[in-house]
Structure formats: structure tokens, C-alpha cells
């Protein structure tokens, strides 16, 4: 009898020094909480003392005209492509105005770009590959839009079409597969919502800071943040070439893409 209570007494011991153990454990968590180095001092007592009204936060209309935002600086809306040149040599952007707002690649002409530079920017871009489809791959209307000139998010007709997937849509070419293939039908249009924020270079040239990256295709988060390993080569490793501001550059792929391009704006960050 005397050993079955010692047990018994044994069990209930330990079983109390258990909840001793989590309920100190829960006190520590809720006591150890970090606070943002921003933060110090006495921690304020009124609700008051964390509101700010200062500075006012600049109104933008949404749909100022049609449908881009106030604070944007469009760089096509169809009616010409003054806003353009050819990336090659500085001369006019001969790419094909069509009468429905749109441009279409100029097969052999080259790339074109941005006559204006920008760093971080939040890009809008639609864009469209043509419905009758032709070849396959990399070589199925595969164009491009270039951030700073140097960093291609891919354009491709991937539809029932099977390609590298670090060089499919949306992927940053060779570096980020996209989170999903959010591409509607070939001849449908697309659009790429693009966060970009430029990589930051020393004195010497080095980088000390990576770009990164945000694109929705469609609405649909496929680029969450990513970070910018350099140039987006066909062949060889990114490179990291020291750069401030550079142009917004679409892509000829050169194998007759015939892909269009409508409604482009940014707005600078
Ligand atoms: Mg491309």
C-alpha cells in the first residue's frame, strides 16, 4: 500500500511540475516579445501617442483617364509612339501602330525603349501574342520587358506549350520561376502589374543593395518579391553591370513574334 501512494504521489509530482514548466514557458513568450528598434523608451500609455497626421499622404485618383491613375506617366496609349525609340541606335520606334490602340513587334527592327529612364518604378503593361499560334518553345511569341533595360520579365504564348519554366511567362528570365501560369488564351490580352525596384551600386561600382522584383500576371501574384540576381542572359550568368536610371525596353525576339503591346504606364517610387 505504501508503495502504490509513493507512486501515486510520484505521478502527480511530476505531472505538477509539467504545468510549472509550460505556464512559466507562456509567460516567457508573452513577456519576451521584440520590439522594433524604432520603438524605445517608456512604451506610450495613450492611443494618441502612436497616431500621426503628418505627412499627409498625396490623394490619387484611380481611374483619372481611362483608367490610368493621376499620379502616372503614360508611355502608350496607341495614339503614337513618340515616347519610344529603338534600342539599338537611338532612331525613331518603327514597331506597328495598329488602329485598335495597340503596337505590335516589328519583326527584325529590334528592341525598342523608353526615350526616359527610370529607377523603382510600379509598371503597368498589357500585352498580347497572336491566336493563330505558330512554332513552339522559347520560339512561340516570345517577347520581353526590360527593367532598367537589363532585367527581362519573360513574355511568352506558354499555352499548351511546355518550355524551360525558369524561361516560361512571367518567369525573370533564367532566375525566378513564376509562382503559377496565370496566362489567359493565346490573342487574348494580358496584363503584367510590375513592382521593380532597382539595385543600388557604391562608389566603386559594386552592388550593395539587390533589385527585386513584384509582378501579378492577371491579377494573380507570380513574382512575390524576388530578388535580382544581375542581367537576364540567354547563355552565361547574371552579370552585375553598375547602373542608375535606364529606359523600359519591349523585345523583337527576332523570329517574327507579331506580339502587341497596349495601355503602358508607371508611376515612380
Ligand atoms: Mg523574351
Not at 112 to 119: L, R
Not at 134 to 157: K, P, T
Not at 176 to 198: C, F, K, Q, R
Request: aromatic fraction near 8%; charge should be negative.
Amino acid at each position: 500500500m505504501k508503495k502504490v501512494l509513493f507512486i501515486c504521489f510520484a505521478i502527480l509530482a511530476t505531472s505538477c511540475q509539467g504545468q510549472n514548466t509550460n505556464s512559466e514557458a507562456k509567460k516567457e513568450v508573452k513577456t519576451n516579445v521584440v520590439v522594433h528598434e524604432e520603438y524605445s523608451g517608456v512604451e506610450p500609455t495613450k492611443p494618441e501617442a502612436t497616431e500621426f497626421y503628418e505627412p499627409v499622404v498625396p490623394k490619387v485618383n484611380p481611374k483619372n483617364d481611362k483608367g490610368v491613375p493621376s499620379d502616372a506617366i503614360v508611355l502608350f496609349n496607341g495614339s503614337n509612339l513618340d515616347n519610344w525609340i529603338s534600342a539599338k541606335d537611338s532612331t525613331e520606334a518603327k514597331w506597328h501602330l495598329n488602329e485598335d490602340g495597340s503596337m505590335t513587334v516589328k519583326d527584325k527592327f529590334g528592341d525598342i525603349q523608353t526615350k526616359q529612364n527610370f529607377g523603382d518604378v510600379q509598371l503597368h503593361i498589357e500585352w498580347r501574342s497572336p491566336a493563330e499560334v505558330q512554332r513552339d518553345g522559347q520560339n512561340r511569341a516570345n517577347s520581353g520587358v526590360f527593367l532598367s533595360g537589363i532585367y527581362e520579365v519573360q513574355v511568352l504564348d506558354n499555352n499548351d506549350n511546355a518550355t524551360y519554366v525558369n524561361g516560361q511567362v512571367a518567369s525573370i528570365y533564367k532566375q525566378h520561376t513564376p509562382l503559377a501560369m496565370a496566362s489567359v488564351a493565346s490573342g487574348e490580352w494580358n496584363i503584367y502589374d510590375i513592382v521593380y525596384h532597382a539595385p543600388e551600386f557604391n562608389a566603386e561600382g559594386l552592388k550593395i543593395k539587390s533589385g527585386t522584383l513584384t509582378v501579378m500576371h492577371n491579377g494573380i501574384l507570380v513574382q512575390d518579391h524576388v530578388e535580382i540576381k544581375g542581367t537576364t542572359p540567354y547563355i552565361g550568368w547574371p552579370k552585375n553591370p553598375a547602373h542608375g536610371k535606364g529606359p523600359l525596353r519591349l523585345q523583337d525576339h527576332g523570329d517574327n513574334s507579331r506580339v502587341s503591346y497596349r495601355n503602358i504606364w508607371v508611376r515612380e517610387l
